[in-house]
């Protein structure tokens, strides 16, 4: 029954039907494919702003780190960095350094407030572009040393130190990211060259370079009371100004001098020249720098017979009138001993000092010995260095095997270098009544009491015969009228290569003053001064070193408060008075 139904219908269908049906499913198929090639582009395109949309979130990422990137070493690590860097030198460059004055309270040595040019390389965009800028505002800069810095990995590198103000504006209008500026310090030292090898000199940084800024660094840097010397600074001008004189005026190398408190071992001047620009040191030049007073060792000559007399007055066996021969010169080995304008006759120990007597000298020594001279000279801290309050202090040089041959050349200041520091403190000992006292730089400072060394007899004899020098003597020219002095003279032959130079002498000039109550001590030192027609010809320490004293005397008495005395009696002593006509011959 179902197949005849359904198959009469299949033959009913007509042809067109067919055809119409074909065409539907072509075109529904044509739609689909349609369709599926736009869902397949929009994936596409899609997956292609995905893409972008990723991409851009990278670049933004990338960007942001960048950014914090900057701002770490900008902000943070510059910072720190930069912190870091100012701890190391915090003390250097956060803390004030104390004051130095005089014992009147005049500044020697302050600090003024600056500013100093660093960098951060690591910040900087165009290092030649800022080192072209820097270097033309401060052409004192070096160039290629600047841009090096500039270009280097650290976080923190110094520029420039210590620019005026000016500068200071100038620096920061140029706007050169990375490149800051830092509050400083700077040393400065009024009085310059007159005080500058006992203040020294501070580096860069402030740190204490040299004298009392050396020795005492740690306590400017952490007190801040001003620190009192002894010095005082119109004594020092004086000294300074009359030795200056003296070295034009009789064409030497060098000079020093010092002057001090009898009473106290306190220094009122001290002064080497050549000197130096505290403000400006120039570490290379050696001879400026060299403090003459305290690191020169040298043969003192003459003036070393002032120990050789007292060594033997303090025997309590020899005398003012004992006598020895100086007729013929002395053989001792190889070497003979003579005498500069020698008597040639018998001499009392007397006339043995007046007229600096090699060969009266040498005999003397012969009689107290060879040990009693060594004690002696270790009690007065000639063989050991000396102790001031700056590092620049010498040592002596003296014979590990001292033998005959070396007790008669000490005698008359040979065969044994000392500083002049060191003949100073030891006379100064013998005539302030044979009391010993160190020396200091410090005003009002508590050194260790002086103890006696010599009895005050040996002193006073000692004190009678230096007065006479400077009456009748070699010292004459460094008396004052109305402020007399005590004073002996020293003339010795530069040592050269094993030998003596006889047309090079260092000359001196020890003296104290007033005589009758010594208050002052007063050394000048000549290095190499030559004969003038002032001099007729001599260059000896009694024709240069002594006026020169003189003239110092004449300045600083009066400004000590010093009343003049012209009623001084001159008139030598009962022991003195069988040379004095003798010394006018």
């Given at each position: 029954?179902?197949?005849q139904?359904?198959?009469?219908?299949?033959k009913?269908?007509p042809?067109?039907?067919?055809?119409?049906?074909s065409?539907?499913?072509?075109?529904?198929?044509?739609?689909?494919?349609?369709?599926?090639?736009?869902?397949?582009?929009?994936?596409?395109?899609?997956r292609a702003?995905?893409?972008?949309?990723?991409?851009?979130?990278?670049?933004?990422?990338?960007?942001?780190?960048?950014g914090?990137?900057?701002?770490?070493?900008?902000?943070?690590r510059?910072?720190?960095?930069?912190?870091?860097?100012?701890?190391?030198?915090?003390?250097?460059?956060?803390?004030?350094?104390?004051?130095?004055?005089d014992?009147?309270?005049?500044?020697?040595?302050?600090?003024?407030?600056?500013?100093s040019v660093?960098?951060?390389?690591?910040?900087?965009?165009?290092?030649?572009?800022?080192?072209?800028?820097?270097?033309?505002?401060?052409?004192?800069?070096d160039?290629?040393?600047?841009?090096?810095?500039?270009?280097?990995?650290?976080?923190?590198?110094?520029l420039?130190r210590?620019?005026?103000?000016?500068?200071?504006?100038?620096?920061?209008?140029?706007?050169?990211?990375?490149?800051?500026?830092?509050?400083?310090?700077r040393?400065?030292?009024?009085?310059?060259?007159?005080?500058?090898?006992?203040?020294?000199c501070?580096?860069?940084?402030?740190?204490?370079?040299?004298?009392?800024?050396?020795?005492?660094?740690?306590?400017?840097?952490?007190?801040?009371?001003p620190?009192?010397?002894?010095?005082?600074?119109?004594?020092?001008?004086?000294?300074?100004?009359e030795l200056?004189?003296?070295i034009?005026?009789?064409?030497?190398?060098?000079?020093?001098?010092?002057?001090?408190?009898?009473?106290?071992?306190?220094?009122?001047?001290m002064?080497?020249?050549?000197?130096?620009?505290?403000?400006?040191?120039?570490?290379?030049?050696?001879?400026?720098?060299?403090?003459?007073?305290?690191?020169?060792?040298?043969?003192?000559?003459s003036t070393?017979?002032?120990?050789?007399?007292?060594?033997?007055?303090?025997?309590?066996?020899i005398?003012?009138?004992?006598?020895?021969?100086?007729?013929?010169?002395?053989?001792?080995?190889?070497?003979?001993?003579?005498?500069?304008?020698?008597?040639?006759r018998?001499?009392?120990?007397?006339?043995?000092?007046?007229?600096?007597?090699?060969?009266?000298?040498?005999?003397m020594?012969?009689?107290?010995?060879?040990?009693?001279?060594?004690?002696?000279?270790?009690?007065?801290?000639?063989?050991?260095?000396?102790?001031?309050?700056?590092?620049?202090?010498?040592?002596?040089?003296?014979?590990?095997?001292?033998?005959?041959?070396?007790?008669?050349?000490?005698?008359?200041?040979?065969?044994i270098?000392?500083?002049?520091?060191?003949?100073?403190?030891?006379?100064?000992?013998?005539?302030?009544?044979?009391?010993?006292?160190?020396?200091?730089?410090?005003?009002?400072?508590?050194?260790?009491?002086?103890?006696?060394?010599?009895?005050?007899?040996?002193?006073?004899?000692?004190?009678?015969?230096?007065r006479?020098?400077?009456?009748?003597?070699?010292?004459?020219?460094?008396?004052?009228?109305?402020?007399?002095?005590?004073?002996?003279?020293?003339?010795?032959?530069?040592?050269r290569?094993?030998s003596?130079?006889?047309?090079?002498?260092?000359?001196?000039?020890?003296?104290?003053f007033?005589?009758?109550?010594?208050?002052?001590?007063?050394?000048?030192?000549?290095?190499?001064?030559?004969a003038?027609?002032?001099?007729?010809?001599?260059s000896?320490?009694?024709?240069?070193?002594?006026?020169?004293a003189?003239?110092?005397?004449?300045?600083?008495?009066?400004?000590?408060?010093?009343?003049?005395?012209?009623?001084?009696?001159?008139t030598?002593?009962?022991?003195?008075?069988?040379?004095?006509?003798?010394?006018?011959?």
């Amino acid at each position: 029954m179902r197949k005849q139904f359904k198959a009469p219908l299949q033959k009913r269908i007509p042809p067109l039907a067919k055809s119409i049906a074909s065409k539907s499913l072509s075109t529904l198929t044509n739609h689909l494919s349609l369709w599926h090639q736009v869902l397949r582009d929009n994936t596409i395109l899609d997956r292609a702003r995905n893409r972008m949309v990723v991409g851009i979130m990278l670049f933004a990422a990338a960007f942001a780190l960048i950014g914090v990137r900057l701002i770490d070493v900008m902000v943070f690590r510059g910072t720190s960095e930069r912190q870091e860097i100012q701890e190391e030198k915090q003390e250097s460059l956060v803390l004030e350094r104390s004051d130095i004055v005089d014992r009147n309270g005049e500044i020697l040595a302050t600090h003024l407030i600056t500013a100093s040019v660093y960098a951060n390389p690591k910040v900087i965009l165009n290092a030649k572009e800022a080192a072209d800028k820097l270097c033309t505002l401060m052409p004192e800069v070096d160039y290629d040393t600047t841009l090096k810095r500039l270009q280097s990995d650290k976080g923190f590198v110094w520029l420039t130190r210590h620019i005026p103000p000016k500068l200071q504006y100038e620096v920061n209008k140029l706007g050169i990211p990375g490149i800051y500026l830092q509050k400083d310090q700077r040393r400065v030292y009024p009085y310059g060259n007159m005080v500058s090898h006992v203040i020294g000199c501070c580096g860069i940084d402030n740190i204490g370079l040299s004298g009392v800024e050396k020795y005492f660094d740690v306590k400017l840097r952490k007190e801040k009371k001003p620190l009192a010397l002894s010095l005082d600074v119109r004594a020092q001008h004086i000294v300074h100004d009359e030795l200056k004189a003296a070295i034009q005026e009789f064409k030497a190398l060098a000079g020093n001098a010092m002057l001090m408190d009898l009473g106290t071992g306190e220094m009122l001047a001290m002064v080497s020249l050549p000197d130096f620009d505290p403000n400006q040191p120039n570490l290379n030049a050696q001879d400026a720098i060299f403090n003459r007073n305290t690191l020169g060792v040298y043969e003192p000559g003459s003036t070393f017979k002032i120990f050789n007399t007292t060594f033997a007055l303090e025997t309590g066996r020899i005398g003012l009138n004992t006598v020895y021969d100086a007729t013929n010169p002395l053989k001792v080995g190889r070497f003979t001993i003579n005498d500069f304008k020698g008597k040639h006759r018998p001499l009392t120990v007397t006339e043995t000092f007046i007229y600096s007597s090699n060969i009266a000298s040498a005999k003397m020594a012969q009689e107290f010995g060879l040990n009693w001279q060594q004690k002696f000279f270790a009690k007065f801290g000639l063989h050991s260095k000396p102790h001031l309050e700056i590092p620049e202090i010498g040592a002596p040089i003296v014979q590990k095997h001292p033998t005959e041959a070396t007790l008669i050349s000490n005698s008359f200041g040979y065969a044994i270098s000392v500083s002049p520091l060191q003949t100073f403190r030891g006379i100064a000992a013998i005539v302030n009544d044979g009391y010993f006292r160190e020396l200091t730089l410090v005003k009002g400072s508590t050194p260790v009491a002086a103890e006696p060394i010599i009895s005050k007899k040996t002193s006073q004899s000692i004190k009678k015969l230096m007065r006479l020098v400077a009456v009748e003597g070699t010292g004459k020219k460094a008396d004052v009228q109305g402020y007399p002095v005590l004073a002996k003279t020293g003339s010795a032959h530069k040592a050269r290569r094993g030998s003596y130079d006889m047309n090079a002498k260092i000359t001196s000039c020890i003296a104290a003053f007033p005589a009758n109550d010594p208050k002052y001590l007063l050394m000048v030192v000549l290095d190499a001064p030559q004969a003038t027609e002032t001099t007729y010809g001599y260059s000896t320490g009694g024709w240069n070193a002594a006026p020169t004293a003189g003239k110092m005397i004449a300045r600083i008495a009066p400004m000590m408060s010093l009343t003049p005395d012209f009623s001084y009696n001159d008139t030598p002593s009962s022991e003195l008075k069988t040379i004095s006509h003798d010394i006018h011959d």
